[in-house]
Structures are given as structure tokens and as C-alpha cells.
């Protein structure tokens, strides 16, 4: 059976592009043909495929509807959704580049086709009306200046063409147009100049999460501890906080499950004179030490491990799950995962980041701070996807599709990176930061950042509630 992918690649081998109902339509029939009548069937000077060019006649019948809220699980207990071992490949060659950011304007401009009608913003030229009547657009983000007047000009383009956006700073709704982040898809409304040469834009659509948004819950019980930054090796790794976690866990009958969202270990090498600050100075025996930690732990409990800047795979996301070879000693109830990975508990939905791309959107976005997670990750979820800017500090490796964009939406976004936790709910999404298991660095009093330390948090899978606790073993 094709996968999603798979049935994207083949329209977009077309010059097409095609919106997920289609790509579930076509799953939903197995019949891989279809895609070439759809195809065949496209109206002429079209570039996406919607609902609309489903073929109605016998012997294809109009696509299913599920009912919002009901959840069928391949596995009661746990799945991985996305990020299984082996999903993370290489660059092959440059078309990749291409495939890469096609793949992300056809997902996101899908998403908000709900909410917009957009047009090829080749045709905005073409057509006349376009200047005197209200047009919509989606497009991604090329380029962002300030004009002399402290107006935002955006250049926007599409599979079409491009076309530069004014956001005016005395419009209701500039904050947003502040916000902007190069390569991220956003939709405008407004109206077209006389000469056709630039777009006054009155609307600015993100890819969002819908406003009626309702998070499944689990039909049964269950909690799940999320974590992250365990940083083992380090000569800053709270071990005596670990072991009162260990031994507070090994008494939680109702948890079955723990998730730890990279940086599993502090690594080699990953800064300068960073071997001045560690007690175990070889990788293996890094992962050894953190594997005899979860040994010790219950082996009822699943536990879930996604890598993050400091394990031992490549920098550039999506990472690939940690190597077999690092994994000796670890008990058969760990789960390798890539970094990122969706994982469903009973149905619920969480999705798991490093969080690389804090670094970039911290300081692109006005009045971010390090110090608030959560509202990074606040910004993650408007725009649907986890690191939207190319080329900076967070290194991302292209491929076919792209594997940072958030879709579906999940229950819970669980990130770490940063040592600082957070914890927030937006449009029916928790999203968590649960800090670090490493004390204050020499670099982090550097640069002023204070960890917030030794922190798990719980998730009832029934009620979607997070509840902190803290192991540092301060008075609290």
C-alpha cells in the first residue's frame, strides 16, 4: 500500500501538488491507478489537486468521513507514528533541496485552504480584477525588509511565481506580520496595486491549529512522564536527583510510560575543552551508564528515546534514532525513536522535539526569550512546523518530504534544548518543557541562563493534565 509520501511524490513528479484529503481518499481505496486518473482528469492550468478532481463516477465512491474524536489504535498501548527507526535518509542529490521545500508549501497551503481561497499568484498578473476586488494567496516567505516608514515588505512565492507583500504598521494585526520568519508558508488577504507590482495586505493567515481544535483523551487509564537533557557524562548530571526519580518511579504503579526527548547523554566533542567537564570521557561508556539507569528502573514502564544535539548521530534533523551499537545494556522495554517522532499512548498523540530550532527563533522573533519555552513553542504550533527557517544555527537535512512539519495535530508537544521548564496549553495543545537532569554549565553562567533542574512531569492520558515534580531535592 502507498504511503503518504509516496502518493505526494508521484503528483508532485507531475507538477502537481495535492491536498491530504486526496492522499487519504487514495489510501483509503488502495489503488495505487487512481492517482494517474486523478491526474489525467486535472483541470487544465491547475497545480493542486483537491476534492474537487476526484473522480465521481462508478466504480469510485466519494470519500469516507470519520468521526472527529474516534481514534482507531494499531496497538492499544503505544505506536510510533512517525519517526521509526530508519524514516531519517540522507541527501542524495541537489532536487532534493527542491522536493524538500515543495513538500512544505504543499502541506501547510492545504491546511489553510479551509480557511482561504487562494489563487496562483501567477494569475494575481494576469487577471485585472484582482486590483479593484479582495484576492488570497499562500506562499512562502523569501524574503522580509523593513520599508523606510517601518512597514513590512515580505516577498512571498509560490510554485507560480513571487510577489511582494506590504504589511501596513497601522493595520490591526502588524504584530503578527513582526513575527514573520524566513521559509515559513503563511496566507494574505487583500488587494493588488494598480501597477500589479506589490500586494497590500490586510490578513495575515498562519497554518495554525484550528481554533476548535479537541484533543483526544484516553478511554482508559494511564500517565507518562515526559523528559528531557539527562546529559549523562557530564560532570554537572545530577545523580543523586536521578536516583530519588528512579526510586520515586519504581513506586508509580499507574505510570507506564516515560519519553526522553534527547540528549540522552552530554557527548564528545560537542564544544570546546567540553572533556575539562566530563567524568565519563568515551561515548560507549556514556550510553552504558545511561542504560544501566533504565535498567534499574521498571521494566513495565515503556520508555521512548529520541536523540538530541549532543547523542551520537548527525546534527542535521531529522536525526536518525541512536546506532544499535550504542544500545548494549539496555533493557528490551526501550523504544528508539528519530528526532522528531510521533508517538500515540492510548490513543493520545504526543510529539516529540529536541528542540535545535529554540536557538533560531529566539532570536528572530521580537521579545523571545529562552527564559519561556513555552511560547516558542506556542509560535512552533501557529506556523505547523518545528524549525521553519533554513540556513541558520539549526542544521537540517532535505529530503523528499519534510519531516518538521506538524501534521497531524498532536495532544502534547514535548521539547527539551534549552534547560528551562514550560509548560502551556494553546488552542487544546500542551506543550512541555520539563528542563534538564544537568545543573548550571560554566557556558550557561556565561551567558546568564539558569537551568531549572531535576523536574518530571506527569501526563494523565484520561484527563490531559500535567502535574511537575521536582527531584532536586531543595525545599520547594
Keep these: 500500500m502507498l504511503c503518504d509520501e509516496e502518493i505526494v511524490a508521484r503528483f508532485l513528479d507531475a507538477s502537481f501538488q495535492v491536498t491530504q484529503d486526496v492522499v487519504d481518499y487514495i489510501k483509503e481505496q488502495g489503488d495505487p491507478a487512481l492517482i494517474d486518473r486523478i491526474i489525467a482528469g486535472a483541470p487544465p492550468n491547475s497545480f493542486v489537486i483537491d476534492r474537487s478532481s476526484i ?5 469510485v465512491q466519494t470519500p469516507k468521513k470519520l468521526r472527529d474524536g474516534i481514534r482507531f489504535l494499531a496497538d492499544p498501548e503505544i505506536e510510533v ?12 542529490e541537489f532536487e532534493e533541496y527542491v522536493n524538500y521545500f515543495k513538500d512544505r508549501y504543499t502541506k501547510l497551503s492545504a491546511v489553510m485552504r479551509g480557511r482561504i481561497q487562494p489563487v496562483p499568484i501567477e494569475a494575481l498578473g494576469r487577471n485585472g480584477r484582482y486590483r479593484e476586488d479582495e484576492a488570497s494567496f499562500t506562499g512562502m516567505v523569501a524574503e522580509i525588509r523593513n520599508s523606510a516608514k517601518g512597514n513590512k515588505i515580505v516577498e512571498l512565492e509560490d510554485p507560480t511565481a513571487t510577489m511582494r507583500v506590504l504589511f501596513n504598521r497601522s493595520r490591526d494585526g502588524f504584530e503578527e506580520a513582526e513575527k514573520l520568519l524566513p521559509d515559513e508558508v503563511i496566507g494574505v ?5 494598480n501597477d500589479g507590482n506589490i500586494f497590500f495586505a ?6 495554525d491549529i484550528p481554533i476548535n481544535n479537541a484533543p483526544f483523551r484516553s478511554d482508559r487509564p494511564g500517565k507518562a512522564v515526559l523528559i528531557s537533557d539527562v546529559h549523562v557524562g557530564s560532570d554537572t548530571f545530577l545523580e543523586d536527583a536521578w536516583h530519588r526519580f528512579a526510586d520515586w518511579l519504581s513506586d508509580q504503579d499507574d505510570i507506564g510510560y516515560l519519553l526522553v526527548a534527547g540528549d540522552i547523554v552530554d557527548g564528545i566533542g560537542i564544544y570546546p575543552n567540553q572533556d575539562k567537564e566530563l567524568v565519563i570521557t568515551n561515548i560507549y561508556g556514556q550510553y552504558r551508564a545511561f542504560g544501566e539507569m533504565l535498567a534499574a528502573l521498571p521494566h513495565r514502564i515503556k520508555i521512548v528515546l529520541s536523540p538530541g544535539n549532543h547523542d551520537v548521530v548527525r546534527g542535521a534533523e531529522p536525526q536518525p534514532a541512536i546506532p544499535p551499537e550504542f544500545r548494549e545494556g539496555y533493557p528490551p522495554n526501550c523504544i528508539w525513536v528519530e528526532n522528531p517522532a510521533m508517538v500515540s499512548l492510548q490513543g493520545v498523540r504526543v510529539l516529540m522535539y529536541h528542540g535545535r530550532s529554540y536557538d533560531d527563533m ?3 522573533i521580537p521579545g523571545a526569550s529562552y527564559r519561556h519555552p513555552e511560547e516558542i513553542m506556542e509560535e512552533m504550533l501557529k506556523r505547523r512546523h518545528l524549525a521553519p527557517t533554513y540556513g541558520m544555527r539549526t542544521p537540517i537535512a532535505p529530503g523528499r518530504t519534510d519531516h518538521l512539519v506538524i501534521n497531524p495535530v498532536p495532544e502534547v508537544l514535548h521539547t527539551g534544548h534549552v534547560h528551562i ?3 502551556k496549553r494553546y488552542r487544546g495543545v500542551l506543550m512541555v518543557n520539563a528542563g534538564t537532569w544537568q545543573s548550571q554549565t560554566a557556558f550557561q553562567k556565561q551567558m546568564n541562563v539558569v537551568p531549572t533542574p531535576a523536574l518530571a512531569v506527569v501526563l494523565d492520558l484520561q484527563t490531559l493534565e500535567p502535574e511537575v515534580f521536582d527531584f532536586s531535592g531543595t525545599p520547594s
Design 421 to 423: 521548564s514550560g509548560i
Design 362 to 364: 529566539i532570536g528572530m
Design 55 to 59: 473522480p465521481s463516477t462508478p466504480p
Design 189 to 193: 488577504k487583500g488587494k493588488l496595486s
Design 81 to 92: 507514528l512517525q519517526g521509526k527507526e530508519n524514516t531519517a535518509k540522507g541527501i542524495r
Design 202 to 207: 490586510d490578513t495575515l493567515i498562519r497554518p
